[in-house]
């Protein structure tokens, strides 16, 4: 039997080789017919979700990308908002530095002017009190040397001179001499 078998199918392949390639009919149908019912199940329910699972994914991209996009845009506004201050920062440090070198250079200026006239207030000071001093010192020069000249004189004349307003004036007029002498030499 196994002989007639193997003959049979050697025969019937010799006359038909696309039967050996392609199934039965009854194969093909019953195979399109659960094609078609997989086909219609994928298409009616497993697709759908697919396509609002996927439609979810996009939108939550596209709303990442979004807010990407607004974060980027402060933070160059930010950097930009940074950048301004700095600026302005640098530009009022500037200032002040300007401005204190202007107030020390008032501050010097005024120091000076204060010292200048401290100088010329000590100086009118202290050439009043020389003034005073030696106008002190004439006097007492007059004094003593009229004394000493009436005192002198007294002994010369052999009388008394004691009488202010004439030893006033000899001493007065020995003065004047003396400095008229003085002047002379110079």
Same mark, same amino acid.
């Given at each position: 039997?196994?002989?007639?078998?193997?003959?049979?199918?050697?025969?019937?392949?010799?006359?038909?080789?696309?039967?050996?390639?392609?199934?039965?009919?009854?194969?093909?149908?019953?195979?399109?017919?659960?094609?078609?019912?997989?086909?219609?199940?994928?298409?009616?329910?497993?697709?759908?979700?697919?396509?609002?699972?996927?439609?979810?994914?996009?939108?939550?991209?596209?709303?990442?990308?979004?807010?990407?996009?607004?974060?980027?845009?402060?933070?160059?506004?930010?950097?930009?908002?940074?950048?301004?201050?700095?600026?302005?920062?640098? @530009?009022?440090?500037?200032?002040?530095?300007?401005?204190?070198?202007?107030?020390?250079?008032?501050?010097?200026?005024?120091?000076?002017?204060?010292?200048?006239?401290? @100088?010329?207030?000590?100086?009118?000071?202290?050439?009043?009190?020389?003034?005073?001093?030696?106008?002190?010192?004439?006097?007492?020069?007059?004094?003593?040397?009229?004394?000493?000249?009436?005192?002198?004189?007294?002994?010369?004349?052999?009388?008394?001179?004691?009488?202010?307003?004439?030893?006033?004036?000899?001493?007065?007029?020995?003065?004047?001499?003396?400095?008229?002498?003085?002047?002379?030499?110079?």
């Amino acid at each position: 039997m196994s002989y007639t078998l193997n003959a049979t199918l050697v025969a019937s392949e010799q006359s038909d080789p696309l039967k050996l390639v392609l199934p039965a009919d009854y194969d093909i149908i019953w195979s399109a017919v659960c094609f078609a019912v997989i086909l219609f199940v994928f298409w009616r329910f497993v697709l759908p979700k697919m396509q609002r699972l996927l439609d979810e994914r996009a939108a939550a991209i596209e709303g990442n990308i979004v807010k990407a996009d607004e974060a980027q845009a402060k933070a160059e506004a930010a950097l930009q908002e940074y950048t301004a201050q700095l600026a302005n920062a640098r @530009q009022e440090a500037g200032e002040i530095r300007e401005n204190a070198r202007v107030d020390a250079n008032k501050i010097i200026a005024k120091a000076k002017e204060d010292a200048v006239i401290e @100088q010329n207030r000590i100086a009118q000071t202290a050439q009043a009190q020389i003034e005073a001093e030696r106008q002190s010192a004439v006097v007492s020069l007059r004094q003593e040397v009229g004394t000493l000249a009436i005192d002198l004189a007294s002994g010369v004349v052999g009388e008394s001179l004691k009488d202010d307003a004439k030893a006033n004036a000899l001493v007065d007029r020995f003065l004047e001499q003396l400095e008229q002498s003085e002047a002379a030499a110079r």
